[in-house]
């Protein structure tokens, strides 16, 4: 209810080693999402020993093709092979997804650790963050991608942007727990400075729900990138990917709703697998929260 | 209540200040001429001067900003460098679509997600509760467009049921339009309906372990109305909250959604403006959308001190 | 004797817990006459609150259950009743006051609502109606300025003034039950004794039988006709408060009592507050409980037949019943 009050509870100690089994063993769900996500990754990275071809390569005498023993999932208007586009396109939403969760936390925390630390700067950042999450993040993304030449690059700075206030608000609430704790005037008092203990004090207490939020972000990312490139704003044309193979085959969904729905699947599941293992390591690395959600 | 509610509008104008900065900036910290890119790649130096000229690009900063402030104070969001028409008039164009998907969307989410919280929540462990989190993940995961496609092709092509796309006003007629709408709605709740009732469930867990639902239970009271009266009325600031915050999501969702199902809203205007470029439309739609986001969470703000006595700013 | 109101026998609840079975009430009976006020006394965790709770059928489950007993009131077995049936008793015949005032209202209904609730469902009164009684009884339960009162909500009203609602709504329907959960435990000491004697005034004026559940044998020893010790989810000693106060024969009892100073209404109120915590040791985990007396582990008496068998309850003198091996052969208890 209040939001002070019920800010960030610090955890006791780090689970034990032993209990990760039993642990797993509970949450049969973890298992299933670190087990695709572990798939999809590996595809990813042996996409070219996978039996694919170049997936960019044009065959104009194989255009729109069903599925065939030398086209698994059949071609598009350009006579490409879409199981190799799909198998590729697995590669840009995890270099999106990866990056935006390491730009978003990184950011995020260096403005968290400062906002938290400096009250006079707090008020004007907490302002902007505020800002910021009024714009939603997909219109925020559009408005940067629209104004830049099309690049994995931009794709990434845009889709990290509006993430950033969701890190700033968590490491700032750490920061501001961590200052009221008996033992920080204990040691204040004892003449040890204030950014030294919350450095020795901020990790250990951060890193849980830290990695919690970025695999989230990370999520997120392989989605908003997907619908980026699904209208158009997002990955360029050339290099495939999820969203923009599914946009490319709109027109003929109605012929071959396959063309549309397969990139899709594949998306699905990874976004699916990620917020698997995210609820696993919330579950994990903070039990308090486990019951709740 | 009236003090309280003027602090909440004082509290949202930096909101606003800061967005309002921060789309103009968008235009001018991207890398590049802007006025380059908006002209595209055909464009001779003199069509690139003229844009320039056009947006004012050619004056300092400051003035660019204030200038543009004013106009926007006035209400006037520009004209779109395509069509040449006010960005407030083709935004006003394109309202009643968006608004109907929003609308019907918010309905149905909250309608269907509040219950199936507050039932896994009373029910917590059960095959139901499992099934619902179940959803909410699952809901969480699949991106709208691919659900939409999914939806599309079950219910219009397979089964024929509904139309494949398109948006019918409701001016000609109630079942055109509510059945153009279905699915659009559906396909942008599920997101929203996982959200919503995963807080509900985990608001009503927090409230159900409560001295006062032992008490309402001692006092004879049926399950239900312990549920709805007591239980839900003390989950609800969460579960509004993330309503308010919600709508960010489906804002999102509506670009996407009507995309899809080729809807004429302000999400297909945007689409359009990306792929011409047409920078001031981009602009007036995040204004509007972010000014939507704002006001929803100003109700919100002032529904917490009508469902909790103890908030009093 | 007319047949007790209220008759508890060999109820057995338990909770179905990860770790394994939890038996917080485990073979309790025990009967309550009309009118007549009961104390249940024991350290907390002993099952006393769960007693309660289960004569309501308000345990929680998962992972409580009642697995055995039965609950006689007014000669209608309540184990047996459809859950309509049930909630009628509830807040109606047989009502309930909890320890906590402060989280025990609900924060977001205003307190005449909250009362008028009651009332409505089971004097199936019209809303202005069941608001007059709600009105009615704040002015009875000694709140003044009863109609702006009404229209509060518990975030504005003490902690005392909170179990003043607690008791209206108790009282609203005049049961012919009263279960007090430790009244006032979380009061100030300087209420505690206001809210005891506005219990026993309703009481009075009502004539409900009440059975209350205390740690605090000075409080028992002002208010209570009769009393049942309980100790680890079972009875342990029985008897009229004279009788127990004059003669307590068991080891627990006795150790329950030296940990009070002094008995007198006029002792020192901070020494009344003085928990009972002081006998050597805990209560036991309610969980694998070894065999024999659950007490044996910290008793100054236990001889080897204590750690074999649970003792069975014998009456030591009419009226006065005790479940201890040594009973009898207990020395004289010194006086301070």
Not at chain 1, 205 to 231: D, G, K, R
Not at chain 2, 164 to 188: E, H, R
Request: proline share 7%.
């Amino acid at each position: 209810m209040s939001g002070a009050s019920e800010s960030i509870a610090i955890p006791d100690a780090p689970p034990a080693r032993a209990g990760v089994v039993a642990f797993l063993r509970r949450h049969p769900t973890v298992v299933i999402g670190c087990t695709l996500l572990l798939a999809i990754v590996i595809a990813s990275i042996a996409a070219p020993w996978l039996g694919t071809v170049d997936p960019i390569s044009i065959n104009p005498g194989q255009r729109l093709k069903s599925p065939s023993a030398e086209y698994w999932f059949g071609t598009d208007r350009f006579g490409r092979d879409l199981y190799s586009r799909v198998i590729y396109g697995g590669r840009i939403s995890l270099i999106v997804g990866l990056s935006v969760a390491a730009l978003a936390t990184v950011i995020g925390l260096a403005i968290g650790l400062v906002s938290g630390y400096l009250r006079a700067v707090d008020a004007v950042v907490m302002r902007v963050m505020d800002g910021m999450m009024a714009i939603p993040a997909i219109m925020l993304a559009i408005a940067l991608i629209a104004l830049s030449k099309a690049s994995v690059l931009i794709v990434i700075i845009a889709v990290a942007l509006p993430e950033i206030p969701r890190v700033v608000r968590l490491v700032r609430a750490i920061v501001l727990t961590i200052r009221e704790q008996p033992y920080i005037e204990a040691a204040t008092a004892t003449g040890t400075s204030l950014p030294r203990i919350l450095l020795r004090h901020f990790l250990p207490n951060a890193l849980p729900p830290l990695i919690v939020q970025a695999t989230y972000i990370c999520a997120s990312a392989v989605l908003i990138e997907a619908a980026l490139s699904f209208l158009g704003a997002g990955t360029p044309p050339e290099v495939p990917s999820w969203g923009n193979i599914m946009a490319e085959a709109r027109p003929y969904f109605q012929l071959k709703p396959m063309m549309v729905l397969l990139p899709g699947i594949f998306l699905a599941v990874t976004v699916l697998a990620i917020n698997l293992v995210g609820d696993g390591l919330r579950d994990m690395l903070d039990p308090r929260l486990a019951r709740k959600m | 209540m009236y003090v309280f509610l003027i602090r909440r509008v004082l509290a949202a104008i930096p909101v606003v200040v800061v967005v309002t900065i921060f789309v103009f900036a968008l235009l001018h910290l991207a890398p590049g001429d802007p006025a380059a890119i908006i002209a595209g790649d055909l464009a001779t130096a003199e069509d690139v001067a003229k844009i320039r000229a056009k947006l004012g690009l050619d004056q300092p900063l400051m003035i660019q900003f204030f200038t543009w402030a004013g106009q926007l104070l006035r209400g006037d969001l520009g004209n779109s460098i395509f069509s040449a028409h006010p960005v407030s008039q083709l935004i006003g164009q394109r309202l009643e679509p968006t608004l109907t998907l929003t609308v019907m969307t918010l309905f149905i989410s909250i309608l269907l997600a509040v219950p199936l919280g507050v039932i896994a929540a009373w029910r917590v462990g059960s095959w139901i509760d499992r099934g619902v989190m179940g959803f909410a993940v699952f809901g969480f995961s699949v991106p709208g467009f691919v659900i939409g496609y999914v939806l599309i092709w079950v219910f219009a092509i397979e089964l024929d049921w509904l139309p494949v796309q398109g948006y019918t006003p409701l001016a000609k007629g109630f079942w055109p339009w509510l059945s153009n709408i279905i699915l659009p709605s559906v396909t942008l709740a599920l997101a929203y309906m996982a959200l919503i009732a995963r807080i509900t469930r985990a608001a009503m867990l927090e409230t159900l372990s409560q001295d006062y639902i032992r008490t309402a239970h001692a006092k004879g009271l049926a399950t239900p109305h312990v549920l709805l009266r007591h239980a839900l009325h003390n989950a609800a600031v969460p579960i509004v909250t993330v309503i308010g915050i919600g709508v960010a999501l489906l804002i999102g969702g509506v670009v996407v959604t009507e995309s899809v199902f080729a809807i004429p809203g302000l999400g297909r205007l945007t689409v359009d403006a990306i792929l011409r470029r047409d920078y001031p439309v981009i602009q007036g739609i995040i204004l509007v959308f972010s000014g939507a986001y704002v006001l929803v969470n100003l109700i919100v703000d002032m529904l917490y001190t009508v469902l909790d006595p103890r908030i009093r700013y | 004797m007319t047949p007790p109101v209220l008759a508890v026998s060999g109820l057995r609840t338990h909770f179905f817990t990860r770790d394994g079975v939890v038996k917080a009430v485990d073979g309790v009976s025990l009967s309550l006459a009309r009118g007549e006020t009961l104390g249940l006394v024991g350290e907390s965790g002993c099952g006393k609150s769960i007693t309660a709770l289960s004569i309501l059928r308000l345990v929680p489950s998962p992972p409580g259950r009642i697995v055995e007993g039965s609950v006689r009131f007014d000669g209608t077995e309540l184990l047996d009743l459809e859950p309509a049936a049930m909630r009628a008793i509830r807040g109606n015949r047989i009502s309930m006051i909890f320890q906590e005032p402060m989280t025990s209202l609900n924060p977001v209904m205003t307190v005449g609502r909250q009362i008028a609730e009651t009332v409505a469902l089971h004097q199936q009164l019209p809303r202005r109606a069941a608001m007059d009684r709600a009105i009615e009884m704040l002015a009875l339960v000694k709140i003044p300025d009863t109609r702006r009162r009404a229209a509060e909500y518990p975030h504005q009203l003490s902690g005392g003034m909170r179990q003043r609602v607690m008791i209206a709504i108790a009282m609203a329907c005049t049961p012919t039950i009263l279960i007090a959960d430790e009244p006032t435990t979380a009061l100030d000491v300087t209420i505690q004794a206001q809210i005891l004697d506005l219990m026993l005034e309703m009481k009075e004026r009502t004539g409900a039988a009440v059975m209350l559940i205390t740690h605090d044998l000075g409080v028992i020893a002002e208010t209570a006709q009769r009393v049942v010790v309980m100790y680890a989810g079972r009875k342990v000693e029985e008897a009229s408060t004279r009788d127990l106060f004059a003669r307590p024969r068991h080891p627990y009892t006795r150790g329950l009592m030296t940990s009070i100073p002094r008995l007198n209404r006029d002792a020192d109120e901070s020494a009344r507050a003085t928990r009972l915590t002081e006998i050597p040791g805990m209560v036991p985990a309610l969980i694998n409980l070894a065999p024999g007396c659950t007490y044996a582990p910290r008793c100054a008496y236990a001889t080897g037949q204590c750690r074999i068998a649970f003792p069975p309850e014998v009456e030591a003198a009419p009226g006065h019943l005790v479940a201890c091996w040594n009973a009898e052969s207990l020395p004289e208890m010194e006086r301070a």
